[in-house]
């Protein structure tokens, strides 16, 4: 189970949440028996380029200290067709492995929507 420190958006009265690994990119977020959200790793966008800052108060309550600390995800919203689904890249998730801690960030960093789309993803 991994802590969680910094609620994720629509899921605020969780506490906690388990992380059920797909394949090296896509994992879920499980919250309980019924409610989990899929995220795809920030490794799977290498097409797109972006960048965002983290606040020193996020990485303390992530104990974050080095990019090695944190996994970044970002949550997929998949539609029909799956060319169609998106992938939201202003909220990240970060998940500190070692210490078991998950939170969700806004970046206050401007995206091009287009980018998140899956077509553009070119290992998806």
């Known amino acids: 189970m991994y802590k969680v420190v910094l609620p994720i958006l629509g899921f605020e009265d969780f506490k906690s949440l388990s992380v ?19 995220v ?8 797109v380029s972006f960048d965002f800052q983290i606040d020193e108060d996020v990485l303390e309550k992530l104990k974050i200290k080095s990019k090695e600390n944190f996994d970044t995800y970002f ?24 210490e ?18 899956i077509d553009k993803c070119a290992t998806l």
């Open 20 to 38: 059920e690994k797909i394949d090296d990119f896509f994992s879920f977020l499980v919250f309980d028996e019924k409610t989990k959200i899929t």
């Open 40 to 47: 795809v790793n920030i490794n799977v966008l290498n097409k």
């Open 75 to 98: 949550c997929v919203v998949s539609q029909e067709p799956v060319e169609h689904s998106i992938i939201n890249l202003v909220s990240p998730i970060f998940i500190n492995e070692k």
């Open 100 to 117: 078991k801690l998950i939170g969700q960030y806004i970046t206050s960093e401007k995206v091009d929507p287009y980018l998140a789309s």
